[in-house]
């Protein structure tokens, strides 16, 4: 698969190290956090938005700044910048998705005094109608904060080019996404969040290169799912899914054939309406969102009805929760989401991540018996 792997490899050991590369050649960097600020704006302005990742070193100096019940990259983002490993970053957008994360921006604005925060608080409720005018009041407040970053203007016209560019890049992965609903076992599930994982932290005009070389030969793939389980991956919203997770579910004898994963599907799942004055069409995207979220009330969508619909599409048998341990929105959701998937008689499993490292046979057995019970 091209040298794509090695890519991925070296991404999830240092997500950094390619914005530091940039860094050095003069580009200014700007740390997004997930899941909904608009990265548009940000590359509009000529420097290269990056968004934050949570870091496979184990949390250290950070414990001191952080309470231990907070989730893995909510921690880890406050040990790295405890740490100074986040002081090549030009400037931070904070995006308000939670209680945890508006924490940690205050730990981290705190530990960082010379780099410039810009703060995106987003409306709670996905009604374009009653909240337009107050996030297009926001998202102004965001661009003249990245106006002083950068120390020029962010023109609409230069925010329309950003849109088609990423909306081509949004295109490029939902095509790898289909192909593994097409052809189960072409793409293995840390191949699929691997490439979304470059797609977060890679110059976009970069990624969209190496995605249209690398789709003639995920197309040349035969489907290898021939005897296996296919499953539906569910949940981590804000950080990726480690890959010997990834890598036990499929060693075991199952087969991912769709996700709603942050790092994942979710990512590229709704573009950018063109069309539309450049701030609204951005404002719009958030109250559009394909994949419907716990972290904001849906008045005309339930995230367990899109469950039950896409798991159903990709032809699955059964759909695993991946929960990031301590994440308020997914715990506090996913009774109902429960309920929900029991309604309509998808078969389920709830896993819970951890971001340090610990044992997985505990994971593998629970694996293999729901495997079994799908077969």
Same mark, same amino acid.
């Given at each position: ?5 090695? !890519?991925?490899?070296? /991404?999830?050991?240092?997500p950094?190290? %390619?914005?530091?590369? +940039?860094?050095?050649? *003069?580009?200014? #960097? ?44 909510t ?6 910048a ?49 909240? !337009?005018?107050?996030? /297009? ?5 965001c %661009?003249?904060?990245? +106006?002083?970053?950068? *120390?020029?203007? #962010? ?26 609903r ?39 793939r035969?489907?290898?799912?021939d ?33 709603? /994963? ?14 539309f ?29 899109y ?41 389920h ?26 077969e």
């Open positions: 698969m091209m040298d794509i792997l090695g !890519l991925v490899t070296d /991404l999830a050991e240092d950094y190290s %390619r914005a530091r590369e +940039e860094k050095e050649k *003069g580009r200014k #960097i700007v740390g997004v956090t997930p899941m909904h600020f608009p990265e548009e704006l940000v590359h509009a302005s000529g420097a290269l938005p990056i968004v934050l990742q949570a870091s496979g070193e184990p949390v250290t100096a950070g414990y001191g700044h952080i309470y231990p019940f907070y989730c893995g990259f921690r880890s983002t406050v040990d790295l405890v740490r100074g490993k986040l002081d090549f970053l030009d400037a931070v957008v904070l995006s308000d998705v939670c209680l945890q994360t508006r924490h940690m921006s205050n730990i981290v604005r705190y530990n960082m005094p010379h780099t410039p925060f810009i703060y995106m608080q987003w409306p709670l409720e996905a009604r374009s109608d009653r909240w !337009l005018e107050v996030t /297009l009041r926001r998202l102004r407040r %661009r003249k904060g990245l +106006e002083e970053v950068v *120390g020029a203007e #962010i023109t609409d016209a230069a925010i329309e080019e950003s849109i088609k560019l990423y909306n081509q890049n949004r295109a490029l992965l939902r095509r790898i996404y289909d192909i593994r097409r052809k189960p076992g072409a793409l293995r599930a840390r191949e699929a969040v691997g490439l979304v994982l470059c797609s977060m932290l890679l110059p976009k005009e970069e990624t969209n290169k190496l995605f249209a070389e690398l789709l003639p030969e995920l197309e040349a035969p489907a290898s799912a005897g296996k389980v296919k499953v539906f991956l569910s949940g981590h919203l804000c950080q990726a899914v480690k890959g010997d997770i990834l890598d036990l579910v499929e060693d075991l004898g199952m087969v991912v054939v769709g996700d709603d /994963l942050y790092t994942g599907y979710r990512y590229p799942a709704t573009d950018v309406p063109e069309g004055p450049p701030l609204e069409a951005l404002a719009q995207r958030y109250f559009d969102l394909a994949v419907p979220c716990p972290t904001r009330s849906e008045p005309s969508k339930e995230w367990g009805d469950l039950v619909g896409a798991a159903r599409e990709s032809g699955t048998q059964g759909l695993i929760s991946l929960v990031v341990k301590h994440c308020e929105a997914h715990m506090i959701y996913f009774p109902h989401l429960k309920g929900k998937l029991d309604e309509a008689g998808m078969r499993l709830l896993i819970e991540t951890e971001h340090e490292v610990v044992s997985l046979a505990g994971v593998r057995t629970r694996l293999q018996a729901f495997k079994e019970t799908l």
